[in-house]
C-alpha cells in the first residue's frame, strides 16, 4: 500500500440518488451504485467519493444530517454500505465519503434538545445569541435564499447560528465534546473500512467575533488534531479538504503535511473557463503564479465541476460579471455566487473543447476528479430549483427513465433530462460506449494513458511562455519522466514555437496518439494545433542518450 496513493488516484463524484435506483423506489441507492462498480472500474476511475449518505431531511440533499451513524433508509442500510465498501476494494476502487462537520440538519437530535430550553444541558453544542449582531463580518454563503446567518427560535427568544440553510445550525466547535464527537463519527466510519472523507464546509468551523470567520488558526489547529487522531488509526485514510478560498488561504488547510494532505483546486477552475472563454492561457498562468507550493506529501483535487454551482466567490467582482455574463446569460443560469449549469453546457456541447478542458484536468498538477455524468457530456435543467439541474439521474440508456430505475417517471426523486440535445434518448451511457469516437471513449482513454505515467500525479509543473497566448504549455518531470502537456485554447487552427532547446536531440511523441513528432533543436519547437486540439509529448531522453 502506498501512502501516497492519493497521488496516482482519479477520483469520481457521485450522487447516491441519482446514480442507479436497485429496487424501483424512484430513488438511487446503494444496491445501485453496487451494481455499476463494474462501470466505474472500466472506465479506469479508481477512488469514488460518495455524497452525504446519512440519515437526513434533504433539505440541502444530505448535508443537514440527522443521525451521524445511520444511512438514509431510502439509500440502504450499513450492510448494503459495508458490502457495496468490500465490494469497491475488490475491483481496486477506494471509497471516501462525505464528512458534513460545521453544522448538522436542525432535526439532529442534538439540536431538537438544544432549542428544546435555555436550560437545555446541550444547548452551548449550538451557537446562540439574544441578538443577531454577532460574527457581523461572516458573509452570508446562500446569498440568494438567505439573508442572515441568525436565525430566531421563538421557543426560547434566542437566535441560533448558521451558515448555509436555517434547517442547518452550526455546531460550535469550542465545546470539546463537539471536537471529540466529530472525531468518534469519523472513526465509526473509518472503521468500516473506507479510505477517507471529503470533508465538508472545513473553512468555518470556528468563529470569532471580530473576524470573518473563515480559516482562523483555531480551526487549523482543530483540523491538525482530526488529521493526528486519523492518521494514528487509519494511517492510508486521506482526508479532503473542501475549502473555497484564494489561493493563500485553500493552500493553509495542508498545514505543513499535518493536515489535510489533498484540498479541492477551487483557486484554478474558474480560471480554466475563463481561460477556454478568452482563448488565452493567462488566467490559469496568473493563477498558477499566484499558488504558493504546497508540501510533498500534500495533492491538489483538481476539478472542473461538481454538484454545486460553479462558484465565482473567490474571483473578483469584475470577473464574476463578466463569469456571469459569458457562461450565464440567463438569470435562472446562476445560483448565489455562481453558475449552476453542468459542464457540457458551459462548453457548448462541443466535444472537441469538453475534451481539451478535461486534458487540462488530467495534465495540471493534482489528482482530478469527475463528477458522475460529465463522462457522457450529460445536460442540466434550470428550471430545478437550487442546485439540483445538475444533479438529475444518471442517464444509462435510452430506455424509460434513462435506464436509471424502473419506477414510473412521476415517481423519480428528479426528472430525467430529456431536451434534444441532451436527453436521454441521446446522451447515454450506452449510446457513449458504442461510439468509438464518443467523448466517453475519449476521456476513458486519457484516463487509461495518465494511470500509465506517474509524472502527472507526481511531477512537478513548470509553465512555458510561448509567444501564441492561445497555447497553454506545461512541462511536468517525476524521475525520469518528462513530458509537455501542449494545449490550444482556441476554437482556431494554431501553432507557436516551444521553447524546448534544454532537450535538445530528443524526439517528442505524443502518448495520446503515439504520433512521433521531429526531433528538438536549440531553435524554438515549432508546433501545429487544430482548433482545441492537444498533446502529452513524452521526451523520452532518446536511445544511447
Ligand atoms: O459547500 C460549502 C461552501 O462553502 C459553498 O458555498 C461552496 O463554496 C459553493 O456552494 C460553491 O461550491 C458545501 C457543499 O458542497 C454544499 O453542497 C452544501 O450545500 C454546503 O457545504 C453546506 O453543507
Ligand atoms: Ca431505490
Request: aromatic share 12%; with cysteine.
Given at each position: 500500500?502506498?501512502?501516497?496513493?492519493?497521488?496516482?488516484?482519479?477520483?469520481?463524484?457521485?450522487?447516491?440518488?441519482?446514480?442507479?435506483?436497485?429496487?424501483?423506489?424512484?430513488?438511487?441507492?446503494?444496491?445501485?451504485?453496487?451494481?455499476?462498480?463494474?462501470?466505474?472500474?472500466?472506465?479506469?476511475?479508481?477512488c469514488?467519493?460518495?455524497?452525504?449518505?446519512?440519515?437526513?431531511?434533504?433539505?440541502?440533499?444530505?448535508?443537514?444530517?440527522?443521525?451521524?451513524?445511520?444511512?438514509?433508509?431510502?439509500?440502504?442500510?450499513?450492510?448494503?454500505?459495508?458490502?457495496?465498501?468490500?465490494?469497491?476494494?475488490?475491483?481496486?476502487?477506494?471509497?471516501?465519503?462525505?464528512?458534513?462537520?460545521?453544522?448538522?440538519?436542525?432535526?439532529?437530535?442534538?439540536?431538537?434538545?438544544?432549542?428544546?430550553?435555555?436550560?437545555?444541558?446541550?444547548?452551548?453544542?449550538?451557537?446562540?445569541?439574544?441578538?443577531?449582531?454577532?460574527?457581523?463580518?461572516?458573509?452570508?454563503?446562500?446569498?440568494?435564499?438567505?439573508?442572515?446567518?441568525?436565525?430566531?427560535?421563538?421557543?426560547?427568544?434566542?437566535?441560533?447560528?448558521?451558515?448555509?440553510?436555517?434547517?442547518?445550525?452550526d455546531?460550535?466547535?469550542?465545546?470539546?465534546?463537539?471536537?471529540?464527537?466529530?472525531l468518534?463519527?469519523?472513526?465509526f466510519?473509518?472503521?468500516?473500512?473506507i479510505?477517507?472523507?471529503?470533508?465538508d464546509?472545513?473553512?468555518?468551523?470556528?468563529?470569532?467575533?471580530?473576524?470573518?470567520?473563515?480559516?482562523?488558526?483555531?480551526?487549523?489547529?482543530?483540523?491538525?488534531?482530526?488529521?493526528?487522531?486519523?492518521?494514528?488509526?487509519?494511517?492510508?485514510?486521506?482526508?479532503?479538504?473542501?475549502?473555497?478560498?484564494?489561493?493563500?488561504?485553500?493552500?493553509?488547510?495542508?498545514?505543513?503535511?499535518?493536515?489535510?494532505?489533498?484540498?479541492?483546486?477551487?483557486?484554478?477552475?474558474?480560471?480554466?473557463?475563463?481561460?477556454?472563454?478568452?482563448?488565452?492561457?493567462?488566467?490559469?498562468?496568473?493563477?498558477?503564479?499566484?499558488?504558493?507550493?504546497?508540501?510533498?506529501?500534500?495533492?491538489?483535487?483538481?476539478?472542473?465541476?461538481?454538484?454545486d454551482?460553479?462558484?465565482?466567490?473567490?474571483?473578483?467582482?469584475?470577473?464574476?460579471?463578466?463569469?456571469?455574463?459569458?457562461?450565464?446569460?440567463?438569470?435562472?443560469?446562476?445560483?448565489?455566487?455562481?453558475?449552476?449549469?453542468?459542464?457540457?453546457?458551459?462548453?457548448?456541447?462541443?466535444?472537441?473543447?469538453?475534451?481539451?478542458?478535461?486534458?487540462?484536468?488530467?495534465?495540471?498538477?493534482?489528482?482530478?476528479?469527475?463528477?458522475?455524468g460529465?463522462?457522457?457530456?450529460?445536460?442540466?435543467?434550470?428550471w430545478l430549483?437550487?442546485?439540483?439541474?445538475?444533479?438529475?439521474?444518471?442517464?444509462?440508456?435510452?430506455q424509460?427513465?434513462?435506464?436509471?430505475?424502473?419506477?414510473?417517471?412521476?415517481?423519480?426523486?428528479?426528472?430525467?433530462?430529456?431536451?434534444?440535445?441532451?436527453?436521454?434518448?441521446?446522451?447515454?451511457?450506452?449510446?457513449?460506449?458504442?461510439?468509438?469516437?464518443?467523448?466517453?471513449?475519449?476521456?476513458?482513454?486519457?484516463?487509461?494513458?495518465?494511470?500509465?505515467?506517474?509524472?502527472?500525479?507526481?511531477?512537478?509543473?513548470?509553465?512555458?511562455?510561448?509567444?501564441?497566448?492561445a497555447?497553454?504549455?506545461?512541462?511536468?518531470?517525476?524521475?525520469?519522466?518528462?513530458?509537455?502537456?501542449?494545449?490550444?485554447?482556441?476554437?482556431?487552427?494554431?501553432?507557436?514555437?516551444?521553447?524546448?532547446?534544454?532537450?535538445?536531440?530528443?524526439?517528442?511523441?505524443?502518448?495520446?496518439?503515439?504520433?512521433?513528432?521531429?526531433?528538438?533543436?536549440?531553435?524554438?519547437?515549432?508546433?501545429?494545433?487544430?482548433?482545441?486540439?492537444?498533446?502529452?509529448?513524452?521526451?523520452?531522453?532518446?536511445?544511447?542518450?
Amino acid at each position: 500500500m502506498d501512502p501516497l496513493w492519493y497521488k496516482d488516484a482519479i477520483f469520481y463524484e457521485i450522487y447516491v440518488r441519482a446514480f442507479a435506483d436497485s429496487n424501483g423506489d424512484g430513488q438511487g441507492d446503494l444496491c445501485g451504485l453496487l451494481a455499476k462498480l463494474d462501470y466505474l472500474q472500466d472506465l479506469g476511475v479508481d477512488c469514488l467519493w460518495l455524497l452525504p449518505i446519512c440519515e437526513s431531511p434533504l433539505v440541502d440533499d444530505g448535508y443537514d444530517v440527522s443521525d451521524y451513524r445511520r444511512i438514509l433508509p431510502e439509500y440502504g442500510t450499513l450492510d448494503d454500505f459495508r458490502e457495496l465498501v468490500q465490494a469497491a476494494h475488490a475491483r481496486g476502487l477506494r471509497v471516501i465519503a462525505d464528512m458534513v462537520m460545521n453544522h448538522t440538519s436542525d432535526q439532529h437530535p442534538w439540536f431538537v434538545q438544544a432549542r428544546s430550553s435555555r436550560a437545555a444541558s446541550n444547548r452551548d453544542y449550538y451557537l446562540w445569541n439574544a441578538d443577531d449582531e454577532k460574527f457581523k463580518d461572516a458573509r452570508v454563503i446562500f446569498v440568494d435564499s438567505q439573508t442572515s446567518n441568525w436565525h430566531y427560535d421563538p421557543h426560547t427568544g434566542e437566535f441560533y447560528f448558521h451558515r448555509f440553510y436555517t434547517q442547518q445550525p452550526d455546531l460550535n466547535y469550542d465545546n470539546p465534546v463537539i471536537q471529540h464527537e466529530m472525531l468518534d463519527v469519523m472513526n465509526f466510519w473509518l472503521e468500516m473500512g473506507i479510505d477517507g472523507f471529503r470533508c465538508d464546509a472545513v473553512p468555518y468551523l470556528f468563529k470569532r467575533e471580530g473576524t470573518n470567520c473563515e480559516n482562523l488558526p483555531e480551526t487549523h489547529e482543530y483540523l491538525k488534531r482530526v488529521r493526528r487522531f486519523v492518521s494514528e488509526r487509519f494511517p492510508d485514510a486521506v482526508l479532503l479538504a473542501e475549502a473555497n478560498q484564494w489561493p493563500r488561504d485553500a493552500v493553509a488547510y495542508f498545514g505543513g503535511g499535518d493536515e489535510f494532505q489533498m484540498a479541492f483546486n477551487f483557486p484554478i477552475m474558474p480560471r480554466i473557463f475563463m481561460s477556454l472563454k478568452q482563448q488565452d492561457r493567462g488566467p490559469i498562468v496568473a493563477i498558477a503564479q499566484q499558488t504558493p507550493p504546497i508540501p510533498d506529501s500534500c495533492q491538489w483535487c483538481t476539478f472542473l465541476r461538481n454538484h454545486d454551482e460553479l462558484t465565482l466567490e473567490m474571483v473578483t467582482s469584475e470577473e464574476r460579471e463578466w463569469m456571469w455574463r459569458e457562461y450565464a446569460p440567463e438569470p435562472r443560469m446562476r445560483l448565489n455566487l455562481g453558475i449552476r449549469r453542468r459542464l457540457a453546457p458551459l462548453l457548448d456541447n462541443n466535444q472537441r473543447k469538453i475534451e481539451l478542458a478535461n486534458s487540462l484536468l488530467f495534465t495540471l498538477p493534482g489528482s482530478p476528479i469527475i463528477y458522475y455524468g460529465d463522462e457522457i457530456g450529460m445536460g442540466d435543467d434550470i428550471w430545478l430549483k437550487d442546485r439540483d439541474g445538475v444533479r438529475t439521474p444518471m442517464q444509462w440508456s435510452a430506455q424509460e427513465c434513462a435506464g436509471f430505475s424502473k419506477a414510473p417517471a412521476s415517481r423519480l426523486y428528479a426528472p430525467v433530462i430529456h431536451d434534444p440535445i441532451y436527453g436521454y434518448a441521446r446522451v447515454n451511457v450506452e449510446q457513449q460506449r458504442a461510439d468509438p469516437e464518443s467523448l466517453y471513449h475519449t476521456l476513458k482513454w486519457l484516463i487509461a494513458i495518465r494511470r500509465q505515467h506517474p509524472v502527472f500525479g507526481r511531477g512537478d509543473c513548470i509553465f512555458l511562455t510561448p509567444p501564441n497566448p492561445a497555447i497553454l504549455a506545461y512541462i511536468r518531470h517525476y524521475q525520469d519522466e518528462t513530458v509537455v502537456a501542449v494545449h490550444n485554447l482556441s476554437e482556431r487552427a494554431q501553432e507557436t514555437g516551444l521553447d524546448l532547446g534544454a532537450f535538445e536531440g530528443r524526439t517528442p511523441v505524443d502518448l495520446l496518439t503515439k504520433q512521433s513528432f521531429p526531433p528538438i533543436t536549440r531553435e524554438p519547437y515549432r508546433v501545429q494545433f487544430q482548433p482545441y486540439q492537444f498533446f502529452w509529448l513524452n521526451l523520452a531522453p532518446s536511445q544511447g542518450s
